[in-house]
């Protein structure tokens, strides 16, 4: 069983930065291989959407909303971090990690293994 904790959101005011982190363990001594990690998020009473992701050999990729203020980076193996700068209020929403083992990147149902959301609130 794969397990994945968010941590390092907050409130921040636009224009601020924050970094989140995304840390896998494994409770079953199984082997953590993910074909990629993706940092998803998801307002109140809208849909979960893709943010950023990052692939083997440090393949990254971006949602067109992040480009350019956001970057992903780690070990997908271990924890993968999401630092965002120039942060906007429609920047506000609970920031999911998630692991897939499938080659669809952008979907969330494609994704198998969640953590619980770290809350980013960006104030004008």
């Known amino acids: 069983q794969v397990q994945l904790v968010e941590s390092g959101g907050g409130l921040v005011q636009a224009g601020e930065s924050l970094r989140l982190s995304c840390t896998a363990s494994?409770?079953?001594?199984?082997?953590?291989?993910?074909?990629?990690v993706a940092w998803f998020r998801q307002a109140p009473g809208k849909e979960r959407l893709f943010v950023a992701g990052?692939?083997?050999?440090?393949?990254q990729y971006y949602s067109d909303s992040v480009r350019g203020r956001f970057t992903i980076s780690g070990d997908i193996a271990n924890t993968v971090l999401l630092q965002m700068n120039s942060l906007k209020p429609e920047d506000t929403a609970v920031y999911y990690c998630?692991?897939?083992?499938?080659?669809?990147?952008?979907?969330?149902?494609?994704?198998?293994?969640w953590g619980q959301g770290t809350q980013v609130t960006v104030s004008s």
């Open positions: 998630a692991h897939t083992s499938s080659s669809e990147l952008y979907r969330a149902s494609a994704y198998e293994i």
């Open positions: 494994s409770t079953s001594g199984r082997t953590i291989n993910p074909s990629a």
């Open positions: 990052l692939r083997r050999r440090d393949y």
